[in-house]
């Protein structure tokens, strides 16, 4: 079984930088989909940013341009570098890894970091 373990989060200002990490109990991310999720209060968890193994990236039209998913696979790890915060980025980040293969699909998740944009 896979772990994924998020860190990074915590209380920043508007305007402000976090840079989030997830790391793999396994080394899994050359060949599963990464991506990073976020749930506010209230709210449905929505996609925020996707990284395939074959390095193709997209993100969810309110973080475009400020923030980056990116990969370390010899460290087993995925980052999120996110710039220029706003209030409503606030919310509880998870990392999820994903792959199919066959017509089974495999998927771990992390538990979480806090994200607190706040003045």
């Known amino acids: 079984q896979v772990q994924l373990v998020e860190s990074g989060g915590g209380l920043v200002q508007p305007g402000g930088s976090l840079r989030l990490s997830c790391t793999a109990s396994?080394?899994?991310?050359?060949?599963?989909?990464s991506s990073w999720y976020r749930q506010a209060p209230g709210n449905q968890r929505e996609l925020v940013a996707t990284?395939?193994?074959?390095?193709?990236?997209d993100y969810a039209g309110s973080v475009k341009g400020r923030f980056t998913i990116s990969r370390d696979n010899a460290e087993n790890t995925v980052y999120l570098q996110m710039n220029n915060l706003r209030p409503e980025d606030t919310a509880v980040y998870y990392c999820n890894a994903k792959r199919v293969l066959r017509t089974t699909q495999f998927q771990y998740w992390g538990r979480g970091t806090q994200v607190t944009v706040s003045s």
């Open positions: 396994g080394n899994i991310f050359n060949s599963y989909t």
């Open positions: 990284d395939t193994p074959g390095g193709s990236t």
